[in-house]
């Protein structure tokens, strides 16, 4: 079967180090068979007059330019250095970071973003304003990955969690396309919110049959499959903890931040510390 977005990139937006976001990239990359490309984007604030800058002998546009080409450098050497058999393309703009990266996005089979210096990583998918912007508009999946994830010693397995409320289709594919990547067993929760047939949602007997569907077309993984309720416990939290990627369908308006500030799902990516995919519903070849 065709893999989505193939002969095109994986792509990672860097800012200073990140090697977390740097290793998960370069990862994916080479178990994809595909190059890999680093952008960094850096602004410049508004300058003092010419004759300012020129009468102390400082270019400010160079001076963050210079900058900007040092973080992308490292960057470049970070991947090179455990994965020399990978195509690396080094992309330096200047400009606004979601700009940029959704233009990018939208020629990537991934975009990967790193975690924000002060801000807990699972908490940039709501509150960073590029993660917020990607996960809502990139029109390939985006993976967002904690500083401190490599690949020795990482978990395995992908999670997938549902709802009555996520377009399945593209997170459903990308959660087997990633097992039978990485030759891991695929966890399948279906979030259970209602009780309520006419709440507007999709049934799980309908979900079930999505399911089994994508099991035909990748019948050599492994899927197990299970229905929770919305509110969180300890043994269901602790059945996801050393999940290897948690995979969630692309919010509807601010449905990701209602999704991930919902007990069980902020409760199992704070435990996991594992990237986590949101994925567009019409993710496909």
């Avoid at 984007?41 to 007059?49: E, M, R």
């Avoid at 470049?76 to 940029?100: C, F, K, N, W």
């Avoid at 594919?173 to 919110?193: N, T």
């Amino acid at each position: 079967m065709a893999q989505a977005g193939f002969g095109r990139p994986v792509t990672v937006g860097v800012a200073d180090g990140q090697r977390g976001a740097m290793g998960f990239a370069a990862e994916e990359a080479g178990l994809a068979g595909c190059d890999l490309r680093i952008v960094h984007v850096y602004a410049v604030p508004p300058s003092p007059p010419r004759s300012m800058s020129a009468a102390y002998g400082y270019d400010i546009d160079a001076s963050f330019e210079g900058s900007a080409r040092d973080v992308l450098a490292a960057a470049v050497d970070i991947a090179s250095a455990g994965h020399a058999h990978l195509t690396i393309h080094p992309v330096l703009e200047r400009g606004t970071p979601s700009t940029v990266l959704e233009a990018m996005a939208a020629t990537s089979r991934l975009l990967v973003l790193g975690q924000d210096e002060g801000v807990p990583w699972y908490a940039r998918l709501f509150r960073s304003r590029v993660a917020r912007a990607m996960a809502h508009r990139a029109s390939c999946p985006v993976v967002v990955v904690p500083d401190d994830w490599r690949a020795r010693g990482a978990p395995r397995g992908v999670t997938l969690l549902l709802d009555s409320r996520t377009v399945a289709h593209g997170p459903l594919r990308y959660a087997f396309e990633q097992a039978a990547r990485h030759s891991d067993v695929l966890h399948i929760i279906h979030v259970q919110e209602s009780d309520d047939p006419h709440d507007g949602g999709i049934p799980w007997h309908d979900m079930h049959r999505l399911i089994q569907s994508w099991r035909a077309t990748y019948p050599h993984v492994w899927v197990e499959t299970r229905v929770v309720a919305g509110a969180a416990d300890l043994a269901t939290v602790e059945s996801f903890e050393r999940t290897g990627i948690l995979v969630l369908g692309r919010p509807h308006d601010d449905h990701l931040a209602a999704q991930l500030h919902d007990s069980l799902a902020r409760a199992v990516i704070v435990r996991a510390s594992c990237p986590v995919a949101v994925v567009p519903p019409d993710h496909d070849a």
